[in-house]
C-alpha cells in the first residue's frame, strides 16, 4: 500500500527524503517551493501507482496516492501544520479523518505532542505508543540556563552571548566540533528606538514596529511586508537618536563573527534561503562539516540530525514567551526540547545552553 509523510518544515524535506530514498528507491516530495513542472510530475507519478511513499508539507496530505496505507504526521505538534489562508486547514485533523475514510492508519509522532493530541490519548481515542530512550541509547544532553539578567552589558558589548556560552563556543570549534545557535526571531534588530522621544518606528499599515535588516538596508514590517529604507531621524521628533533594540538572527550572526572571525559560519532563516538549493547546499556544508556553527531561526529546531553537533546555544529562550498568545508558553517548551535534541546524536555528547531573562518560568 501507499504512503504519505507529513514533515513541518521545507528545510527537513531534503534530510528526510534521503533518508527514505536509501530504503524505498523512488520517492514523490511535495511542497511549496516546487515549480509547476515539479509538481505535476511528482503528482502523475504518484496518481499512476508509480510512486509508493510521499513525503512533503503540509499540502501533501491530499496527494492522490493510490491504494492509502498509512499517514505519518512528523512533529504533530508544530504550528506550521495549520494552513491560515483560504482554504483553511490543520493538516494533523485532515490526516486523521482521510485514513479513517480510506482505511489506513494515522501515525502522528512527536517528543513534545500538542495538549490535544495528549488529551485524546489519555481518553483512549488515540492509541499512546512510547519510545522513552534516545536512538543507540543514547544519554540526553545536559541543560544549563543563564540568567542573562546578571550578565554584564556595555555600549561596546550588547550582550548577546553569556560569558558561559562565548567559553562553550569556543572550546567546541577548537575540538573540531559543530554548534548551532538558535533564535527566533529575523533581521538584524526587531524595534528601532528613539532615546530622545522614547518612540517607536512602526509600520504605517500595521503599526508593527519595523525589523532592522541591515544586509537589504531596510526597516521591513514582518506582518504586511511593508519596506522602507532606515530614517536619518526619528519620524515623530526629528532627533537623530535612533538605536536598535533587540537582536535578531543577522545580529547574532555578525556577532559570532566578531567574536570568532576565524569559525565557519552560516545562516539559515526565510531571508537567506529562497530556493530549495539554498536548503541543501547549507544542509550538506554543515554535514560534511564545512561550517563549524550554524545560526538560525525555528528553521533548524527539528529534525535535523548531524553526529558532530555537541553545542546547541538558545540566545534568547524569551522570544516567543511573552507573545499575546494562550499557547506562548507550551509552543515555547516546545521549541526548546525539540533544540535540544539536535545535541548530543552521538558518542560525542552534548551540551544545551538556554539564555533567558525569566529563568524561573515552568517553560
Request: hydrophobic share 40%; charged share 25%.
Amino acid at each position: 500500500r501507499s504512503a504519505i509523510v507529513l514533515v513541518p518544515e521545507i528545510a527537513l524535506t531534503p534530510q528526510t527524503v534521503g533518508w527514505f530514498r536509501s530504503r524505498f528507491g523512488e520517492v514523490a516530495v511535495l511542497h511549496s517551493r516546487m515549480t509547476d513542472a515539479q509538481r505535476l510530475d511528482a503528482w502523475l507519478s504518484v496518481s499512476t501507482g508509480e510512486v509508493k511513499v510521499v513525503v512533503g508539507a503540509r499540502s501533501a496530505l491530499f496527494a492522490p496516492v493510490v491504494d492509502l496505507g498509512v499517514i505519518v504526521v512528523d512533529e504533530e505538534h508544530e504550528p506550521s501544520f495549520k494552513q491560515g489562508s483560504v482554504p483553511r486547514y490543520h493538516a494533523r485533523d485532515v490526516a486523521v479523518e482521510r485514513a479513517r475514510l480510506e482505511g489506513a492508519v494515522c501515525i502522528l509522532g512527536s517528543a513534545t505532542p500538542s495538549l490535544e493530541s495528549r488529551a485524546r490519548a489519555a481518553s483512549g481515542e488515540f492509541e499512546r505508543i512510547e519510545l522513552p530512550k534516545r536512538v543507540g541509547d543514547m544519554p540526553m544532553p545536559a541543560v544549563e540556563i543563564v540568567d542573562m539578567r546578571a550578565e554584564p552589558r556595555s555600549k561596546a558589548d550588547p550582550g548577546i552571548f553569556s560569558a558561559r556560552l562565548r567559553l562553550l563556543l569556543g572550546s567546541c570549534v577548537e575540538r573540531g566540533e559543530q554548534a548551532i545557535l538558535f533564535l527566533n526571531r529575523r533581521g538584524f534588530a526587531p524595534v528601532l528606538y528613539c532615546s530622545s522621544c522614547r518612540d517607536v518606528v512602526s509600520c504605517e499599515q500595521c503599526d508593527v514596529s519595523l525589523t532592522w535588516h541591515r544586509k537589504i538596508d531596510r526597516a521591513v514590517c514582518h506582518s504586511c511586508c511593508e519596506e522602507r529604507k532606515r530614517p536619518a531621524s526619528c519620524p515623530s521628533c526629528t532627533s537623530p537618536a535612533l538605536q536598535y533594540l533587540g537582536s535578531g538572527s543577522e545580529r547574532v550572526e555578525e556577532a559570532l563573527r566578531d567574536l570568532m572571525p576565524s569559525a565557519r559560519v552560516a545562516r539559515m532563516d526565510s531571508d537567506t534561503m529562497h530556493r530549495r538549493e539554498d536548503y541543501e547546499e547549507t544542509l550538506d556544508a554543515f554535514g560534511r562539516g564545512e561550517l563549524d556553527v550554524l545560526v538560525g531561526t525555528q528553521m533548524i529546531a527539528k529534525g535535523l540530525d548531524f553526529p558532530r553537533v555537541t553545542l546547541v546555544g538558545i540566545v534568547s529562550a524569551d522570544t516567543a514567551l511573552h507573545l499575546p498568545d494562550f499557547r506562548a508558553a507550551e509552543r515555547t517548551f516546545q521549541l526548546l526540547a525539540q533544540v535540544a535534541g539536535r545535541a548530543g546524536r552521538s558518542e560525542l555528547g552534548g551540551r544545551i545552553v538556554v539564555q533567558t531573562e525569566a529563568p524561573s518560568h515552568p517553560a
